[in-house]
């Protein structure tokens, strides 16, 4: 038996994301997908729209210098179009660092991500790596 769609599909966003291809992720969510970053910085919120969430993803990567690496770590799904996860995220900004695990919530309809929900292993840490 295969792997089922929604893994392959979030496997797919997770590497382009990982490998800073944009473009790909773009292609595999609707455009009026949501993302969901927690916490209290410069990048949490909820980013609406398929542009918002490149914006975000661009900003990511330019206030990291390039330097954010996402190795995922696993990938849970339900069938029922509902994907988890689980990742390990390094990345520099300035002085600081950021190595923690970080987790996504997906939720996959006609073959697309229509919404992600973001967790992470240390709230404090993830907002003061973004800071405000």
């Known amino acids: ?44 919120g909820h980013h609406k729209g ?13 206030e ?13 799904c339900d069938g029922r179009g509902h994907t988890m996860s689980v990742h390990h995220l390094r990345a520099e900004r300035g002085n600081r660092g950021l190595d923690m695990r970080t987790g996504n919530f997906f939720t996959v309809v006609g073959g697309k991500i229509t919404d992600i929900d973001q967790c992470v292993e240390d709230i404090d840490a993830w907002d003061a790596f973004w800071g405000s």
């Open 1 to 44: 038996m295969g792997e089922h769609p929604d893994r392959t599909l979030v496997r797919r966003v997770c590497t382009a994301f990982s490998q800073g291809d944009l473009d790909t992720v773009s292609t595999l969510m609707t455009a009026d997908a949501v993302h969901h970053l927690p916490g209290d910085n410069a990048m949490s």
């Open 50 to 62: 398929r542009d918002a969430c490149m914006d975000l993803y661009r900003s990511m990567y330019e």
């Open 64 to 76: 990291s210098g390039g330097t954010m690496r996402v190795d995922v770590e696993r990938v849970m």
